[in-house]
């Protein structure tokens, strides 16, 4: 049996164990699906009043704007949840894309919402609205910093 030299048999100790060093720091790519995975997991949590989930997904510096124009902090969005003034019934995406740049993702999109926002109006809502939603990457988990929702305009 022929055995490596001193010299060789460390050089390929070393290589091994450069090589193993790398494939555990090797950093984890975000894909599209992974981004709309956090998004489907934020619209189920407003469905069903799941603070728990919602206060780990919402940035503590969120800025959220609705398509009637009310700007939200996390603090007030919660809040009005909580409440029940506002209450989600029902979330159904439309075209959602997005771009993973590093890490940060924009969405975009649409939705057709139906709600109850007693800070506008008693009655149910039906809106259909384009959004544009920002997550980043904070402590090795993915939260919305900001939202802003339009109204789609009325087709003819």
Known sequence: MRTLSKPVA???????????????????????????AVEKNRTNALEHSDFDTLDKLLADDLTYVHASGKVDTKASY??????????YLSW????????VLGDSAVLTGGYHVRAVDQR??????????????????RAGHWQQVAWQSTREPATK
């Not at 919660?78 to 209450?87: I, K, P, S, W």
């Open 92 to 99: 159904e995406p439309k075209d959602l894309q997005v771009r």
């Open 120 to 137: 506008m109006q008693a009655e149910p809502l039906d809106v259909h609205v384009i959004v544009l939603s920002v997550y980043a990457k």
């Open 10 to 36: 460390l050089l390929t100790g070393l290589l091994i164990l450069f090589t193993a060093i790398l494939a555990l720091g090797k950093p984890h790519y975000t894909s599209s699906a992974d981004i709309l």
């Open 78 to 87: 919660l809040g009005a949840l909580r409440t029940g003034d506002l209450r």
